[in-house]
């Protein structure tokens, strides 16, 4: 089992309704991405790691690992946003660094600083938001909403398989590997690249095989998944939380803007 797949499962709000948790994170996702306000970007990322850490109990370190995950295509939007270059022969718009070679100079201008600093706080506040879905929700729960909300029912099966065939794929792999490691397929460069390329071919003969016999399987049975799900109840104070909290950052979103 994954580890964010177990968190998900065995958080302290686990419990709480996934349609709370949805509408929550969803919300906050939208408002984040409506407004563009850096304050309030913010807000909701400190709002969303405090029930990451402090409500659902998940571990500092384990979520800041998570944040750095998205960090590497974060930096490179934000040095395309920020390095602009031109003839040395123009010139420059207002900016805060300049750097001339040859016939180009290199700058950074102050409108696109101000872009990149606002796609920062705004990509930090919704991958809060989205971290905190996945880390509180599992997705039987997600999917179990998406029926609700009367989703085609094609989509939400294959969301549902494409997260299971995940497991299946790194089990697999993982036997493949530990039986090319006790035969010494990766002693040598040229025998590690013999040993991916085949267990490259192996994976995917396998998986293959897998999904027919799924798709068989599905058919004998009216060509539908079922699933069971054991679902919590609402709480009117979850309710009552969520709309004062939008409520809030509405308005000062709204005063501030």
């Not at 539908?224 to 799900?229: L, R």
């Amino acid at each position: 089992m994954l580890l964010i797949d177990k968190y998900a499962y065995l958080n302290k709000l686990a419990s709480v309704h996934p349609l709370e948790k949805m509408i929550f994170s969803i919300g906050l996702l939208l408002v984040t991405l409506i407004m563009r306000d850096e304050r309030l970007s913010l807000i909701t990322f400190f709002v969303m790691s405090a029930f990451i850490i402090l409500g659902a109990k998940i571990p500092l370190t384990y979520y800041v690992k998570l944040l750095l995950l998205p960090g590497f295509f974060l930096l490179t939007s934000l040095v395309s946003i920020l390095l602009s270059i031109t003839p040395a022969t123009h010139v420059l718009p207002a900016h805060l660094w300049s750097f001339t070679w040859m016939n180009w100079t290199i700058f950074i201008g102050k409108a696109s600083a101000m872009s990149a600093q606002q796609l920062f706080f705004i990509v930090l506040g919704s991958s809060s938001c989205l971290y905190f879905l996945i880390l509180t929700t599992s997705v039987q729960g997600i999917c179990y909403v998406l029926r609700q909300w009367r989703l085609p029912s094609l989509l939400v099966e294959l969301i549902e398989l494409t997260y299971r065939f995940i497991f299946i794929f790194l089990e697999s792999m993982y036997r493949i590997h530990l039986a090319q490691q006790a035969r010494l397929g990766y002693h040598s460069p040229m025998q590690w690249l013999r040993s991916v390329s085949m267990l490259i071919v192996a994976l995917f003969a396998e998986m293959f095989q897998r999904s027919r016999e799924l798709n068989n399987a599905m058919q004998s049975r009216g060509g539908e998944a079922v699933y069971w799900q054991e679902m919590g109840s609402y709480s009117k104070k979850n309710w009552l939380g969520i709309a004062t909290l939008f409520l809030f950052l509405i308005v000062y979103g709204g005063y501030f803007s």
